[in-house]
Nanobody, 128 residues
Framework: QVQLVESGGGLVHDGGSLTLSCAAYGFVFSAYTIAWFRQAPGKEREGVAAIRPNSGENSGHTYYLDSVKGRFAISRDDGKKAATLQMNSVTLEDAATYYC?????????????????WGQGTPVSVSA
């Protein structure tokens, strides 16, 4: 059974750091592009960060939403079938539910339409 399970969400102070984790089950994790999306209340879901598989075209390449560049870092561990999103210098605008996603044919890594597997999400709240 395919599953993506996020963890690590919670309350963080403005300017603080948080690490989100994503554990994968039931598919060949190493062959998939892994991404983090977020959705704030009343807003559309947006791509935050993505990382290509460690083999093939653009192997291991990472992609970021402009507003998180230099603050967030995505990584993957194919042996553990897991991915993380390190969030630093968090701002009030980063508050949202964060989702882990996996896709095998992903021409645009921050476009949610290319992802077939999704987790249930983990909420991130930011206090001033």
């Amino acid at each position: 059974q395919v599953q993506l399970v996020e963890s690590g969400g919670g309350l963080v102070h403005d300017g603080g750091s948080l690490t989100l984790s994503c554990a994968a089950y039931g598919f060949v994790f190493s062959a998939y592009t892994i991404a983090w999306f977020r959705q704030a209340p009343g807003k559309e879901r947006e791509g935050v960060a993505a990382i290509r598989p460690n083999s093939g075209e653009n192997s291991g390449h990472t992609y970021y939403l402009d507003s998180v560049k230099g603050r967030f870092a995505i990584s993957r561990d194919d042996g553990k079938k897991a991915a993380t999103l390190q969030m630093n210098s968090v701002t009030l605008e980063d508050a949202a539910t964060y989702y882990c996603a996996a896709g095998v044919r992903v021409p645009d890594p921050l476009d949610l339409r290319h992802y077939g597997y999704w987790g249930q999400g983990t909420p991130v709240s930011v206090s001033a």
